[in-house]
């Protein structure tokens, strides 16, 4: 649904699909204004937990869309593992055990959270910009050529044809969208590896572990306690030849088998499932004004909790470009989305087929490093990724830009992240003998000065870095700059000189 003011068969972007990744996107567009649909052909929205973990990337995603509170009054972090054989508990393990907030790190580890539950909070915020998905509304064909797209959709039986500048498709694995475009989906599905998975309701264990059963000789089985809901979440292995139609009595079969615990009984299902695993990805994430994100782009194996964070980031990435183009910005800043986002899909793909094998075939989980985190993640060598790598001893072009605690001229306390939060791009100027910045261009950016120390009155622009924090952090020692985009990654890295380059690299990224 759309303002009551906007013409709903003339708009800038169409999203085709609400799940975190379409709804992601369509909060990135709202807040920057731009005039869009989201549809979704179901008729309901799914209640079931899917993906259930938050990476701390994912997180900081949320903290800038401004709804970080909620989403962590909703979630759980650090809890552990409680492994047994049969009804003998055979100890406690925290995944990710001292990993907590620092000041360059504020979401050190995995928010254990329901997919279902972040939708829903990715709905509220989107339904604050007056726009709400329109369900059961279908997209059933699809035309474009060099200046718009012309989308037929469906809803009750009727047709209604809708011009946009961009789609996007957010329309998942089984994607209209890219099967219609022809675009190559290569990989293969593991027709051995199944696992039964479901939403339930369990007597007896506790919600403050994450039960699980690695040792049986049929396979193991776990089960997750959803935090703000009254259910688990069930997981198990199941051999090649299991029926394809899950049941509440199947689940209870394995966990009398599995478990040696007669005690525990499963009720009230929500959701079940059969899973097999599908690793895919597409050859491109664009065909002409049409762009491809989350499943729709790439599927893999759930063990390591990327998926949904990774169709997050990559709505994160997409949405600022398609508001600067539609703002003026050159066409040709589009492009970027796929120099980017295609590889972190072939490196994730990599990264949880190996992850996947290791967990099926010992049985056990393993200490993620920090690229599951997605902390790591970077865009170096991107064509946005500019500037000297020199002037930091520790980041480059590219890479997140990490939080850091200042103080302003009032001596209020303020996280860099909390000046990052927007969707604009930020300067920051360090100067470490407390200079004056040679202030002979101007900008329409929010524009900060970074002091180590000041020898007079600090100004209204002027940020004080408290405990030397950011200037380890940054690994700065002179004076330098960082151009911070919208998504939080640093695009240019210069000296205190470099007012040229940061005026041509926002020519190349903001409106004309």
Known sequence: ???????????????????????????????????????????????????????????????????????????????????????????????????????????????????????????????????????????????????????????????????????????????????????????????????????????????????????????????????????????????????????LARFQQIIDERTGMPSIRLHDAGWLSLYRANVRMVDRYRVGRIFLAGDAAHVHSPVGGQGMNTGMQDAYNLGWKLSAVLSGAPASLLDTYEEERLPIAAWLLGATTKLHRQVFQSNADLHRDEKFLQLALNYRGSSLAQGEPSLSTILQPGDRAPDAPLRDHLGNEVRLFDLFRGPHFTLLEFFPGGEETADDYELSIPRYKILRHSDGPQRENEWMGRDEHIWNIYGVASGCLFLIRPDGYIGLIGNTQSAPQVKDYLRKCTRK
Not at 166 to 189: C, I, M, P, Q, W
Request: aromatic share 6%; hydrophobic share 40%.
């Open 1 to 247: 649904m759309l303002k009551t003011d906007q013409d709903p068969a003339q708009v800038s972007v169409l999203i085709v699909g609400a799940g975190p990744t379409g709804l992601t996107l369509a909060c990135e567009l709202a807040r920057r204004g731009v005039h869009l649909r989201i549809v979704d052909k179901a008729s309901t929205y799914f209640a079931g937990s899917r993906g259930k973990g938050l990476q701390p990337r994912s997180l900081e995603l949320l903290d800038d869309l401004g709804i970080i509170d909620e989403i962590l009054a909703n979630g759980r972090f650090h809890l552990p593992y409680r492994g047994y054989d049969g009804p003998n508990v055979l100890g406690d393990l925290d995944m990710h055990e001292g990993r907590h907030p620092t000041p360059d790190v504020p979401y050190a580890s995995v928010l254990i959270i329901p997919q279902f539950r972040v939708e829903e909070i990715l709905r509220k915020c989107l339904a604050g910009w007056g726009i709400q998905v329109e369900q059961a509304t279908e997209l059933i064909a699809i035309e474009q050529d060099d200046a718009t797209v012309t989308a037929t959709l469906m809803r009750d039986g009727l047709h209604q044809q809708v011009n946009a500048q961009y789609v996007v498709a957010a329309d998942g694995g089984r994607s209209f969208l890219r099967k219609h475009l022809n675009v190559g989906f290569e990989g293969e599905t593991w027709q051995d590896e199944r696992m039964l998975v479901g939403d339930v309701q369990v007597d007896v264990l506790d919600r403050d572990h994450w039960h699980s059963w690695p040792k049986h000789k049929d396979g193991w089985v776990a089960l997750c306690p959803l935090p703000s809901t009254n259910s688990f979440q069930f997981q198990a292995q199941i051999p090649a030849d299991e029926p394809d139609e899950p049941s």
